[in-house]
C-alpha cells in the first residue's frame, strides 16, 4: 500500500479508503491487500477506472480484476484496461454498468 500512496501522492490511509469505496482493484493477500499495477500510470490510477468500478455492481475485486482485463466484443476487441488507456471511458464506463446486472 506503500507504495500506491507514493505514487498517488496520498496517505496510506487515502488509498485504503478508496479501496473501501471501490475506487481501486485490491486483491485479498492474507491480512493486507494487494494493488495490481496494471491499474497505474506514472501519473495515478488509469483515467476512468475510478468511474467504471463505481458503476459496476460486481465487487469481488477478482471479478473485477478479470473484467478489467479481458477483451471485449464491445470494446471491439478490446480489455475494458486498453480502453480507458485509449480514452474509450464513456464505453467502459456504460460496460461496467451492465457487468453482472443481469
Do not use: N
Not at 482493484?25 to 506514472?42: K, L, N, R, S
Not at 475510478?50 to 476487441?77: S, Y
Amino acid at each position: 500500500m506503500g507504495q500506491v500512496a507514493g505514487l498517488l501522492r496520498v496517505s496510506r490511509q487515502a488509498v485504503d479508503k478508496r479501496r473501501k469505496v471501490s475506487k481501486l482493484i485490491a486483491v485479498p493477500a492474507g491480512e493486507d491487500y494487494v494493488y495490481p499495477a496494471c491499474q497505474f500510470t506514472d501519473q495515478g490510477v488509469v483515467t476512468g477506472l475510478d468511474k467504471a468500478l463505481g458503476m459496476m455492481p460486481i465487487q469481488d475485486p477478482w471479478m473485477r480484476l478479470e473484467w478489467l482485463l479481458t477483451e471485449d466484443d464491445v470494446l471491439k476487441g478490446q480489455s475494458p484496461l486498453a480502453a480507458l488507456k485509449g480514452s474509450s471511458v464513456r464505453e467502459v464506463v456504460e460496460l461496467a454498468a451492465g457487468h453482472g446486472g443481469e
